[in-house]
């Protein structure tokens, strides 16, 4: 099979190399077009643009395939940890025994923020959202953490990252905790990782706070499922940001403005607001006509790789299951977004366009199980993000090919003209 393409223009050919990956499609390196041929591709949305070569994960949409290094999602939702799955994006193996206690470590002794940084918090209203809170606090580190700012310095790169990953549940859970008038709580270096952020989240100073493991492991699977994506908006953002040579810190909180948008992260807040608003399985119909009447988008349906299930969805269908059934919560919503996919997955609107239920469909009503207001749903996809945006920066750039993101595009405005004075203008 040739290595190469051929584009012809007008009576000319150009040779495109076609480059392979270890699996997935091959692609055509067009880096060389435009100098050789005065012509650009177009791709608005990106939808076949390959960004960048990447080892960190890997998506098969038609199959329903995600893997983490070559791991697939549920095995590692089900057999792994967060933390461990950390360690796995951000160095590209499973850590050791020894590996893990050293790396769980250096998060743990990275979880507290700076005194003075708490006082941030108070510059904003009691009932901002969250997702302004975290796009603010997180462009301030770079204000409390300058000392390890020089993205040039490996070491200072990985103190950044360590930081990120552990300040972001501190950071998560001050937002939770102003929003409800709650005090700070700091956080415990004997708790693990999603234990810590429970508790920072849901305990109060009048009585001891009781971990309740069936919660933990329900937070760290969804940590889990939501670590990293590919190049998705938020990522593909936090790649050109960092692509400039800005620091971590500023990326990431790129990376949350980008998430918090409804196409993206902020879809399963949305989601639970399109269940409530359907409220019960009689008016399931007529919700779903206004969708085909394009009068509003099913949230937590669609992807823009996955044209079957997100692998994602299966897990987090089975673990909202397990944590309403274990909390004893009867949730009415449950009943109406099982109702909703049945009819969506057999509609021919649907079929047509190859709509499946994402991972934000059924995030909601286990995360509102779990006593998550739906305004800290998009955070702690931010939360659970940050080490695939961090990973994903890393790799970046750590690429000896790095250059700064640069896209150009379809002129289609005025050609030039000469300026008219006000009294010649209408
Ligand atoms: C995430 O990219 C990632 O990896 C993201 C993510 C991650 O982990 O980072 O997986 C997280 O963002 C998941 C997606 C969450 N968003 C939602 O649930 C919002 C609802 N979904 C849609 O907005 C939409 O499906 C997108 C944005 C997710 C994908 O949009 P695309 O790929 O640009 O597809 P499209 O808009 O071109 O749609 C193709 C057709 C259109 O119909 P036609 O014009 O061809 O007739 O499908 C229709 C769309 O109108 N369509 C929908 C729909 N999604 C697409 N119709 C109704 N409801 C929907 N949800």
Same mark, same amino acid.
């Given at each position: 099979m040739t290595d190469k393409a051929t584009l012809t223009i007008g009576d000319k050919n150009y040779d495109l190399p076609i480059l392979k990956g270890s699996t997935?499609?091959?692609?055509?390196?067009?880096?060389?077009?435009y100098a050789d041929s005065d012509h650009f591709t177009f791709d608005p949305g990106f939808t076949s643009t390959a960004s960048c070569e990447s080892k960190?994960?890997?998506?098969?949409?038609?199959?329903?395939?995600?893997?983490?290094?070559?791991?697939?999602?549920?095995?590692?939702?089900?057999?792994?940890?967060?933390?461990?799955?950390?360690?796995?994006?951000?160095?590209?193996?499973l850590p050791t025994a020894e590996e893990f206690t050293k790396f769980e470590r250096n998060i743990t002794y990275h979880t507290m923020l700076h005194a003075q940084f708490d006082s941030?918090?108070?510059?904003?209203?009691?009932?901002?959202?969250?997702?302004?809170?975290?796009?603010?606090?997180?462009?301030?580190?770079?204000?409390?953490?300058?000392?390890?700012? #020089?993205?040039?310095?490996?070491?200072?790169?990985?103190?950044s990252a360590h930081r990120l990953i552990a300040k972001m549940p501190t950071i998560a859970a001050r937002a939770f905790q102003y929003s409800q008038g709650r005090p700070f709580v700091t956080?415990? #270096?004997?708790?693990?990782?999603?234990?810590?952020?429970?508790?920072?989240c849901f305990s109060v100073p009048a009585e001891d706070w009781v971990p309740n493991p069936v919660l933990t492991r329900a937070m760290d699977r969804i940590f889990i499922l939501h670590a990293d994506h590919e190049q998705n908006a938020s990522t593909s953002t936090v790649r050109l940001a960092g692509s400039s040579g800005a620091h971590p810190f500023a990326c990431i909180a790129a990376g949350i403005a980008c998430l918090w948008g409804p196409s993206h992260g902020g879809a399963n807040q949305e989601a639970l607001e399109m269940l409530e608003e359907i409220g019960s399985v009689e008016n399931i119909p007529a919700y779903v006509q206004g969708v085909k009447d394009r009068k509003y988008k099913l949230m937590g349906f669609g992807h823009r790789v996955y044209k079957n299930f997100d692998p994602r969805a299966k897990v987090m269908q089975k673990t909202c299951y397990?944590?309403?059934?274990?909390?004893?919560?009867?949730?009415?919503?449950?009943k109406v977004a099982m109702e909703l996919e049945k009819v969506a997955l057999s509609d021919q609107y649907f079929?047509?366009?190859?709509?499946?239920? #994402?991972?934000?469909?059924?995030?909601?009503? /286990?995360?509102?199980?779990?006593?998550?207001?739906?305004?800290?749903? /998009?955070?702690?996809?931010?939360?659970?993000? /940050?080490?695939?945006?961090?990973?994903?920066?890393?790799?970046?750039?750590?690429?000896?090919?790095?250059?700064?993101?640069?896209?150009?595009?379809?002129?289609?405005?005025?050609?030039?003209?000469?300026?008219v004075t006000v009294e010649k203008r209408g």
């Open positions: 997935g499609p091959d692609v055509l390196d067009v880096r060389k077009l960190i994960t890997y998506i098969d949409g038609d199959a329903g395939i995600l893997l983490h290094r070559g791991y697939p999602i549920d095995q590692l939702a089900e057999k792994s940890s967060f933390l461990e799955v950390c360690h796995l994006l951000l160095n590209g193996e941030f918090f108070q510059g904003f209203r009691r009932d901002a959202h969250p997702m302004a809170v975290m796009t603010g606090a997180v462009g301030a580190l770079s204000a409390f953490y300058a000392d390890s700012l #020089n993205v040039d310095d490996p070491k200072q790169r990985e103190i956080p415990r #270096n004997e708790l693990s990782y999603s234990e810590n952020f429970l508790r920072m397990e944590v309403l059934e274990q909390l004893g919560v009867n949730d009415p919503l449950l079929i047509d366009r190859k709509l499946y239920p #994402n991972i934000d469909f059924y995030s909601g009503i /286990t995360l509102r199980a779990m006593g998550f207001p739906k305004e800290m749903f /998009t955070v702690l996809f931010a939360l659970a993000r /940050t080490v695939g945006w961090i990973s994903q920066w890393k790799e970046m750039f750590e690429d000896p090919s790095r250059k700064i993101g640069r896209p150009r595009q379809l002129y289609t405005g005025a050609t030039q003209r000469d300026y």
